[in-house]
Every structure is written in structure tokens, then in C-alpha cells.
């Protein structure tokens, strides 16, 4: 084994470790500011900068959160304290990574289906963010955000997988591991089925276009979403998420890959632990071959930045609150998780 694939194969077997799960903090500048927008708060690279420090100087959060996922500005840039943003994770054993894409565009005819972009030059940015971040990043992420409906065709599938297969070959040719994010959206009305259809369909072809690309799916993780109902239906049971979800992961996944960790994708904090509780519950049952663990943006977040609301005075309040949700969603991961905790 090359010392790259055993470096992979470390970064792996400590994301996963079981009772903890990744913090998604990679909000591109756009995303960051419609956050900071609901607290009335603007976006500065100071009250970035005094967000992330809040989020990422809470004391034991390690016991919870075994990975990170940063944005390009926050991997060198320097924490309160002094050392930068990777340094101050990496030095509580947690492994930070980087989001690599570079937001979606429009594509002439799939239109409303978008394309994730980024891959121009990424073999060389990937060795500067091995510069910028003093050697400590461990993984790559990369999200291509998919609708239920208009159901996306075949070619689409095809050609957004093999771009993302494409980003995890490059990650991998660095000694990165990619976390692959195809993220099946709950915008719509569309059922469950319909979800869990679009959901394997999108797997099975990820999975397909890594062979095509010489990508070791041992090497790989999955971020994508549990199978829900669209968010302008109802809301779907604990139970029945936890069964459609592990039967679409079944019908389409290779038993190599080693993880799932999950996205949260606009559910609410609660119910992304319910949910999560649930398919933990159901992996075991169906003695599932991967790990299942959350990489939670929104839902490990939101209530730590209303309590934040950009005030000094708020930030142990706030850090209690991030705590908090990642506490009960590591019990989730191990299915130990009873709504009487919250
Ligand atoms: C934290 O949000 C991430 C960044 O999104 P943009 O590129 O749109 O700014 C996002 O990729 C995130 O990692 C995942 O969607 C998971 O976050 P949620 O909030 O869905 O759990």
C-alpha cells in the first residue's frame, strides 16, 4: 500500500470513528451572508472570523465532531487566538477538509437541473491548500445538488457524476480523501419513493463513473441525503426515512465503501437527529456494511447562531448549543438517541 492510501485510510478510520460525526462549516460567501442576513448581522471577514472561532473553540467538542469542512478563506485565516482555523482543529485531533467545488451554473438544456463546478486547475489548488493549511487537511468535499423534479435525466446524471468522480480521482492523486456530495434536494412535493428512485439512481451511476475514472471506492466517503419526502408534503415518519433509506443505499451501493455520512438539507435540527437515530437503527437491523454519521451544516448550527447573534457576550451560550446538538446527534449515530433528551 502507498503511504498516500495509508494516509487516506487513517483520515477514514478517524472520520467514522463511531459516536461522532463532521460539522459542515464550508458556507461559500453567499451562503454565509443569507446566514448572518437572519441575525441581522453582516458579513465581514471579522464576523466570519469571530463565528467559526466561536464554533470552533468550544471546549470537548472533539468528543462529538471528528471532522470539519472549511471554506477556502477559513483554512489559513487566523483564529482569535492566533494559530489559523486548520491549526486549531487539527491540534484537538479533529481532521479539518476542505469544500473544493466552486458553486453550480446553469446548464443550457437541464435547466433547472444545475452543474457543480471547479475541477479547472484543481490538482494544483489541492497542493496549495496542502501549503496553506500546514499539511493538516485531510479530505476534500465536493456537493452537486440534484431536484427530484423535473426528474433528471440519464445523461445528466451521467455527466454531474462523472464530474464529481472526476474531483474524488484528483483528491485521492493527493492523498486526500474526497467526501463525494451528490445531494438529492427536498425542495417540491415529490413522495418518498419518488426521493428514494432519484436518490439510488444517482448513487449507483457516482459509483459507476469511479470505476470508469480508476477511483478506489475504499478510499471514498458519501455525503448525501436520508430518502424524505419534499418539504412541501408531510413530514415523513422516523421509521419510514430509516427503512427507505438504507433499502436505497442497498440497492445501490458498493460494500467497499467504507461511510455515509449525512447532510441535513433544510430538515430542523430535531428532526435531522430523529432521522438520523432512525437509519442508525435500521443499519444495524439490516446489518448495513457501512458506518452511518451525520456532516451536519444547518442543523448543528442554527441554534448556536441565533443564541450567537453576533454578540461577544452570547458566545458560551452559543457554544452550549452547538454542543449540545452534537452531543445528541453522537447518540443518534449509535441509534441511543430519545426525543425526552432534547
Ligand atoms: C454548510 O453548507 C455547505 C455549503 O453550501 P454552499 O456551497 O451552498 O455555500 C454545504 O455544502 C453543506 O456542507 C451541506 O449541504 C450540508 O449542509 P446542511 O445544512 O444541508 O446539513
Redesign the pocket.
Known sequence: MTLDAQKMQKTIHTLLTPGKGIL?????????KKRFASIALESTEESRRDYRDMLLTTQGYQNFISGV?L?DETVDQKSRKGPTFSETIAARGVIPGI?T?E??EEHPFWNPQSLTRGLNGLGKRLKEYTDRSNGTLGFT?W?Q?ILVDPTPSVSFLDYAMHIMAEQAAWSQSEGYVPIC?P?ILMDGSHALDQCASVTSRTLEMLYTCMEAQQVDPALTIL?T?MVLSGKETKKDAPEDVGTATLKAFQASLPSSMPGIV??????SSVQ?TENLNACALQAKKVKAPWILT????????DDALKTWGGKNENVAAAQEAFLKRARLNGLAQRGEYAKTME
Not at 459542515?24 to 454565509?32: H, K, L, V
Request: avoid cysteine.
Open positions: 459542515a462549516a464550508d458556507e461559500s460567501s453567499g451562503t454565509i469542512i471554506y469544500k467545488d458553486g453550480k468535499k456537493r445538488v456530495e445531494e455525503k441525503n449525512f447532510l441535513s438539507g433544510g430538515q435531522a451525520f456532516s451536519y451544516g444547518r442543523a448543528l448550527q
